[in-house]
């Protein structure tokens, strides 16, 4: 066992031997400093906004699945009542079900691609953020589907 490795095991059995004391100390400093902690906090996230942004930004577009799950659960569990749907949410199904069919299922076309609700989501929002109930069509094609079927 090297020396860095006797260290951290003898830190963490110390930690694990004096946890309520730590934890009791911690919150007393949080109480003493609150605005202190506060003020810190807001000039950090100032400071990084930017930062943390860039990198949410980048995760959601390198997981647009998992964007798409949360936002189907989120949908479910809280904008089920009302009927409202997050554009971002919609957003990113679009995008799943276009990355699914690159091409329009009527035409074969590839230009102007939009995504389609098979079931309206109007009348089914429990699916609208399903990826199985969207289908890609052109512009073209995704006007004259909602003219011959009345939604």
């Known amino acids: 066992m090297t020396n860095k490795e006797k260290k951290n095991a003898a830190a963490k059995k110390y930690y694990e031997a004096n946890k309520e004391k730590k934890n009791a100390a911690t919150k007393k400093y949080r109480e003493a400093n609150k605005e202190k902690i506060v003020a810190l906090n807001k000039k950090h996230r100032e400071a990084?906004?930017?930062k943390l942004y860039d990198q949410q930004r980048a995760w959601?577009?390198?997981n647009p699945d998992k964007v798409a799950e949360h936002n189907r659960r989120h949908l479910l569990k809280l904008n089920l009542a009302n009927?409202?749907?997050?554009?971002r949410a919609l957003d990113a199904w679009a995008a799943q079900?276009?990355?699914k069919t690159p091409f329009c299922e009527w035409c074969y076309s590839e230009d102007n691609l939009e995504a389609h609700h098979i079931m309206p989501k109007a009348k089914y929002p429990q699916y609208a953020l399903d990826i199985n109930n969207g289908r890609?069509?052109?512009q073209n094609c995704h006007k004259n589907c909602h003219i011959q079927g009345g939604y």
Do not use: Q
Request: some cysteine.
């Open 83 to 87: 009927r409202k749907i997050s554009w």
């Open 48 to 50: 990084n906004k930017k």
């Open 97 to 99: 079900v276009k990355e």
């Open 136 to 138: 890609t069509m052109c």
């Open 60 to 62: 959601r577009k390198a």
